[in-house]
């Protein structure tokens, strides 16, 4: 398989109701894909299917073992999925990402702790107990966990949200380089501009794929009518275009 990640025919009932109907996603080496839908378009329980952490009704989910060196996908979950009064520094967090049953952390566990922390700007705040950290900063502590992994595919949960502007081009600037690096990226957002700025496709989710392409391609008002049930108006069109607002 040369794709890190290929979703097929993926359906998955939560609470006995139908929350992904026949999903097909494949993401490859050096894509970001980014996942647009309304809230409860059924984003994270697709993310959480492709971890392992929800059995389909049907359908497979198949993540490259190119892209599975470190066990599993890097995952960066919403914050509030994070226990942040849990008694630990960013450097422990992090290196704890890399945990292993029954042994203490090696040389190579350091170093990519070490290599995460920096990427994410985070070495100065490394000693900082977890609980003291702004939202911004706990975000960048999520990313660097699951940079820690080295993994091949990585999987972001809407990791610009509560974010400021520094942040937010930190972030962009680290997965087009992750990306540029080889590493398939899959991240939900709501947030527009930044998919068109980050993302090499975008899929448009309501419980089912509603379309998957470019963002300058996705301007078709039907395809928007039927991912959120609005027409598109003329800023998400000139949002996903590239080009000005229409005054
Ligand atoms: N554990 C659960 N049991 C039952 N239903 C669930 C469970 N988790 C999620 N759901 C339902 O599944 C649907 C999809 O939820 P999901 O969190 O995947 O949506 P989302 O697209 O990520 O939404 P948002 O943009 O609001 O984060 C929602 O209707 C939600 O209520």
């Given amino acids: 398989m040369s794709e890190a990640l290929c979703v097929r025919d993926l359906t998955v009932s939560l609470g006995g109701r139908p929350v992904l109907d026949k999903v097909d996603l494949a993401v490859g080496p050096g894509e970001t894909v980014g996942l647009i839908g309304p809230n409860g378009a059924g984003k994270t329980t697709l993310l959480r299917a492709v971890l392992g952490l929800l059995k389909p009704e049907t359908g497979t989910v198949e993540v490259s073992t190119i892209a599975t060196s470190t066990g599993r996908p890097g995952y960066v979950?919403?914050?509030?999925?994070?226990?942040?009064d849990f008694p630990i520094t960013v450097h422990g967090a992090?290196?704890?990402?890399?945990?292993?049953?029954l042994r203490g952390p090696n040389r190579d566990d350091r170093a990519a702790a070490a290599d995460a922390l920096d990427r994410v700007g985070l070495t100065?705040?490394?000693?900082?107990p977890v609980g003291e950290l702004s939202g911004g900063q706990r975000q960048r502590v999520l990313v660097a966990r699951a940079l820690?992994?080295?993994p091949a595919l990585l999987l972001l949960d809407e990791p610009f949200t509560g974010v400021d502007v520094p942040t937010q081009e930190l972030l962009t600037g680290l997965l087009a380089r992750l990306a540029a690096d080889g590493t398939a990226i899959l991240m939900t957002t709501h947030d527009l501009a930044q998919a068109r700025a980050t993302c090499t496709?975008?899929?448009?989710?309501?419980?089912?794929?509603v379309a998957d392409g470019p963002p300058a391609e996705l301007t078709d008002p039907d395809l928007w009518l039927r991912a959120f049930g609005v027409a598109a108006s003329g800023e998400l069109k000139a949002l996903l275009?590239?080009?000005?607002?229409?005054q």
Avoid at 124 to 128: G, I, T
Avoid at 201 to 209: G, M, Q, T
Avoid at 241 to 246: F, L, V
């Fill in 201 to 209: 496709r975008i899929c448009l989710l309501n419980r089912a794929v």
């Fill in 241 to 246: 275009s590239g080009t000005e607002r229409p």
């Fill in 94 to 101: 992090v290196l704890n990402a890399r945990a292993r049953w």
């Fill in 124 to 128: 100065d705040l490394a000693r900082r």
């Fill in 148 to 150: 820690a992994r080295r």
């Fill in 77 to 84: 979950p919403q914050k509030h999925e994070f226990t942040w």
